[in-house]
């Protein structure tokens, strides 16, 4: 059984910096991509960052490059997310998600087999 859990959300103030991390259990990782995506009230879920766990290939939405950094602890199975110089309109709920199908398509939710609960992140201006 695979379990994504999250942690490291909160209120930041704009320009400010966190880091979320994603601990992964239940399976071997290493060919599995692994993304955050972002909900934001009365918006649609929507693609931030993937990884692909075994060559370290990534992908960023345009709204966060060159301010998020997604990254992977092999030894740990924990993906992470770093993000700089936050904006208000980052404020959303952070899910990490993991597809065990390597697809092409990193930026589809919907190739997401598994989910963790989400982590609020709150960005103050």
């Known amino acids: 059984q695979v379990q994504l859990v999250e942690s490291g959300g909160g209120l930041v103030q704009a320009g400010g910096s966190l880091r979320l991390s994603c601990a992964a259990s239940?399976?071997?990782?290493?060919?599995?991509?692994m993304g955050w995506f972002r909900q934001a009230p009365g918006k649609e879920r929507e693609f931030v960052v993937a990884?692909?766990?075994?060559?370290?290939?990534?992908y960023y939405a345009d709204s966060v490059k060159g301010r998020f950094t997604i990254s992977r602890d092999n030894a740990k199975n924990t993906v992470y997310l770093q993000m700089n110089s936050l904006k208000p309109e980052d404020t959303a709920v952070y899910y990490c998600?993991?597809?065990?199908?390597?697809?092409?398509?990193?930026?589809?939710?919907?190739?997401?087999?598994?989910w963790g609960q989400g982590t609020q992140v709150t960005v103050s201006s």
């Open positions: 998600a993991a597809d065990r199908y390597f697809r092409p398509v990193v930026g589809d939710r919907t190739n997401y087999d598994y």
């Open positions: 239940g399976r071997t990782f290493n060919t599995y991509t």
């Open positions: 990884i692909r766990w075994n060559t370290g290939i990534t």
